[in-house]
């Protein structure tokens, strides 16, 4: 009879793979006391998983009269992964191993609106020279993570109508990607790459938080249960485009009036600062102006805190979440803008669902996205089913 | 050396009963080789699961020369459990089997405000009459699963500051009944349970979707990813609290200004028309008069289906829903609810997250709370680390 070790996960490597991702090192004999398995079975699982590099001898147990048992460990370093945040106008790209920890890092100015042709080739010549400027060319990839601003049809990684990135719609990105590194590429939006960075790497016990971007535009990304929720297209975190109660008739760039986006975004705040004759034009000069102490630019920057602040009293109703992290340049502004949201959602909110909820600047910070890409990448590749379909 | 089976899962006899709960039939040859366990651990197991009841014998295969193998399936009959959605007035009751398919079903008049110390012995009354009538009170409870008007805290299974519920805040709900029957008793919010029984019993490919309930109140619940969304202290989805933007400084009960709830529940309905001299005061009397064609009545429920829309939009933007389901006694109305919902949801929303969204009434009506109580217990009770226990 054929065994499908794809129907039962912990009788497979996969599984014993993700037992042993918890660190601790551990003899053959352990191993087949803790799954229930044959012996026999836990030796070939182990043999597959030290030839593909996965596991290692992790040293002697002491001995304790016999021959001495060898230990068994994950070897984080057994394959690289390749990260990029791709915003609007920079990217972040890095290499990371198999625990989503950074092993080198990069940062560049570019335009998303250059399309894929000339975007994505600008990536993979990136990655390879930090590789090799980092000595790790020799290592074996084990997939790439790519975060874009915009909507991104998850399970296919295709760009799904996103409003700023011309040429993007529908390019299949792994296909081109893949056919590079000849490996799994994952894609996904960049704000829901932060909310899993923040996640994974600052917040793993809050089962339930919102990551919101101010910048440019507004975004936010969302982990319900532990999990990321994309939603049904993976247009999920659409904070900007929904109707901010106080914004009046605004035209967005949208088609709608009144999005949160086009009262309280940077673009939005610089040009409600000319109207008053202050001279701002992007997100870092509503910054700079706070941070030298101009009056007007800190009023606007805290009411937009209280538009923002509004809009997430909502998600909070609905969402009830633990933890609300504020990110993008203009959260840089600092507790002018935290203020301001907070203001709004305490006053707006049940009781009940802001007891013990928690409102903190950005953690990860520029480098949330990417972190989110590594993560999301070594979620997949060390998921028990892809283990064990690589090692068949 | 000590086995430890809750370490790793498909090992235990929990997770051979997740396996069989298919409903396909095996062999124990078949189990031994799609686990990878050792032979006499598949025995072992086995007969644990067979003395339990939860396996049965399902008949022999075909004989190919040998002594004929018996093929062992999931007996959901093995025990029943006891499941209640209480609302403000009434209480729906059922008895249902491990698969949560009702086999016996009863409804009453009650009010919540009595207090726990009368609802839930009459609950209790309730289910032993319901099981003596269907001849099951030889049957094993497995577990009990409550829906209650208010937020509760499901890891303890206690009220926590429910506003419609005097007596209630804090009680012990699951000591009082664990008492009576010697089970797991789980608790949540009836709506979010009005979610699960949609979601399980109506629409199981739906991934994320919302369910509200327009009554005397206004709440829903929120699946994402497969899973419930309790949110951080079991508050999620409070949609009657958040500011409806076109509702001005309607006073809520709650002590806000402007909520939904206070514009497009039932009773706010009601009042709209009584303010314009319409004679009606609950729920029940706005449809009626919907049904029997009263025009300021179909305006105002479809005025109240706009605002409710508007609220959702937000939700939209932010979850990317494949699934709206609309339930509640107002949702009677019928489509002059639905078509004010969907009109202000497709005027706010993005077309990417409108364009395969459905909007449509409730399909398990007033049992969606009770299955989804039934669900939520049957979720539980066999889980795998729960079945380990109770078989150690």
Redesign the interface.
Known sequence: ?????S??????PG?LLR?LRDGVPRTR??LT??????RS?VRARLDALLDAGLVSDGGSEASTGGRPAGRFVFNARARVVLAAEVGATHATIAVTDLAGTPLAEGRFEQDIAEGPDVVLPRLVAAWRSLLEDADLDSMRVAGVGIGLPG?VEHSTGRP??PPIMPGWDGYDVPGRIGAEFGVPVLVDNEVNLMALGEHTKCFPEA??LIVIKVATGIG?G?I??G?L???????????G???A?HAGDVPCR?G?TGCLEAVASGSAIAAALRAKGVEAHTSADVVALVRAGNLEAGQAVRQAGRNIG??L???V??????LIVVGGTVALAGEMLLAGVREAIYR??????T???RIVPSQAGDDAGVLGAAAMVVQHVLSPDVVDRQLA
Do not use: Q, W, Y
Not at 1 to 5: F, Q, Y
Not at 229 to 239: E, F, N, S, T, Y
Not at 348 to 353: D, F
């Open positions: 009879m054929k065994e499908d070790v129907t039962v996960g912990a009788a497979s599984e037992l004999s352990e006391a803790v799954t229930g398995l044959a079975t909507p799904n109508n089962e339930h936010s969302f319900s249960n999990m929720h994309r939603g049904a297209v993976g247009a999920a975190g659409d904070l485009h929904i109707l109660p949208c709608n509004e809009v009293a909502a998600c109703s609905m969402f009830n979440p633990s707006r909110s049940l009781p009940l669902a007891g013990n909820l």
